[in-house]
């Protein structure tokens, strides 16, 4: 038997530094190879640790709630032959040993270990990526377990359609939503949304709960509370101040009576073909954002400065940022080739973009390389803003909430459902006529949504 440290790795997002959210084990506890030890959360996302070693657990090094550097170590290890790391032998820092068990076939990320003098590095997979078998026989990776006893789901119930018979995150989803346990993007008539698009993975705001512990700005001050600027927040603020005093923000904006994207939506809720998909007006808006890009590619541009000069970037294709609210704080994923999906096939994915956000397993890809942003500003009571761009974007649309107002319809005041829709350019990008083309646009989709089988 010997005592290995484990240093904090980096767990393939470039990250610098993470802070140690809760521990899974403690003093004591015999883990083996692959074992959740801990759960830490990075400038993007909240990620759970393996063991790299068979063994039991020799102290934690670190405290709930303290932020680390990568390479520092976090938990030390008394490996034990016997459980399966073969030798026992490991060198120390790594994150899988040459002896240890083979990982299961399947894509995932990596973890990279950080030895103690040679820095070397050795990659296996994550446990999120290996299905587990319970004792009562259900077969599903740990996120999806944790998922299911976040939204209430039995798995014992669920019925599994993974090619090894294993439960998978669309199976739950699909149970949790015939529950009406869970409730996806909507509107405020159909129920509670928690989305907002902001740059980076979440914007700072004044005394926000669930972020970081609080404590007394001064010794006796109970008047004042101070809330630690790291992780998400952290990256937020960075990148929001690099948005805004880099690009010259100009919004427009423009109210329309959005009565028939109501109904278009209604209908699609009752079809037999979305049985299993959440759709809300965010779907609607999505396509006529889309729709609106090809007609004007600039608001689908981005600044690039380069030591011969700036240069302007077109992107032929759209990443459609969306924001959603989680339990960590609130991250923009995005939909990779947006412009390629159908209508039913944008649903699902803005269903399983919210879905994995809410789990706090948006992995870092899906948060980057986004072309252009929708905030759903309306869920929270907004009838318009005026948002800050994503950095590397040169536009950001914001859906106001959508409520019935008198409305002029060929010469009567009638009822309609209104809403605006409001958008933030770079001005260095694009210039008035192409923004408020693209806003008039985006407008008369929601308007007549019967244009988008154009």
């Not at 319970?134 to 740990?142: D, E, F, M, N, Q």
């Not at 909507?186 to 902001?198: I, K, M």
Request: net charge negative; proline share 8%; glycine share 10%.
């Amino acid at each position: 038997m010997s005592t290995q440290n484990f240093p904090l790795p980096d767990v393939g997002e470039g990250l610098t530094e993470a802070e140690i959210v809760a521990w899974k084990v403690a003093p004591g506890d015999r883990v083996a190879i692959n074992d959740v030890i801990c759960e830490i959360e990075t400038a993007k996302s909240l990620v759970e640790l393996p063991s790299p070693h068979a063994g039991v657990v020799g102290e934690l090094l670190v405290n709930e709630g303290a932020t680390v550097e990568v390479g520092t170590p976090i938990i030390t290890f008394v490996t034990d032959p016997a459980a399966g790391s073969g030798t026992g032998s490991v060198a120390p820092g790594t994150v899988a040993t040459a002896e240890a068990p083979a990982p299961e076939e399947g894509g995932g990320s990596v973890l990279v270990g950080y030895g103690s003098g040679s820095g070397a590095t050795s990659r296996r997979k994550r446990p999120a990526e290996r299905p587990v078998r319970s004792s009562v026989g259900v077969i599903a990776k740990p996120p999806i377990r944790k998922l299911a006893r976040d939204l209430g789901v039995d798995l014992t119930s669920v019925t599994p359609t993974g090619a090894d018979g294993e439960v998978t995150r669309d199976d739950v989803m699909k149970h949790a939503s015939q529950a009406s346990v869970f409730r996806n993007i909507e509107t405020p008539e159909w129920g509670s949304v928690r989305e907002e698009t902001v740059p980076a993975p979440q914007a700072p705001s004044g005394l926000a709960r669930g972020l970081a512990p609080v404590r007394p700005s001064a010794a006796g001050d109970d008047r004042t509370e101070s809330i630690p600027v790291k992780g998400v927040r952290k990256a937020t603020s960075s990148a929001m101040v690099q948005s805004a005093y880099s690009a010259p923000h100009v919004t427009v904006w423009k109210e329309i009576d959005a009565t028939r994207t109501m109904e278009l939506v209604k209908r699609l809720k009752a079809s037999p073909d979305y049985a299993d998909i959440k759709v809300s007006p965010l779907l609607i808006m999505a396509r006529a954002v889309i729709w609106a890009v090809r007609r004007t590619p600039m608001v689908n541009a981005a600044w690039i400065d380069t030591e011969a000069g700036a240069e302007i970037a077109v992107r032929h294709y759209v990443n459609l940022g969306i924001a959603a609210a989680t339990p960590r704080g609130l991250l923009v994923p995005n939909i990779k080739d947006a412009q390629d999906l159908s209508m039913k096939d944008l649903a699902r994915a803005l269903n399983r973009l919210t879905l994995t956000a809410r789990e706090g397993k948006t992995p870092p890809a899906d948060q980057q390389n986004g072309t252009i942003t929708i905030t759903n500003i309306g869920v929270f009571g907004m009838d318009a803003g005026t948002p800050i761009i994503n950095p590397g974007e040169a536009g950001i649309v914001a859906m106001g909430t959508i409520s019935q107002k008198p409305w002029v319809v060929d010469g009567e005041v009638r009822p309609r459902w209104v809403t605006t829709v409001a958008g933030s350019f770079d001005h260095r990008v694009i210039d008035g006529d192409g923004m408020s083309r693209f806003i008039a646009d985006v407008a008369s989709i929601l308007e007549e949504p019967a244009l988008l089988v154009d």
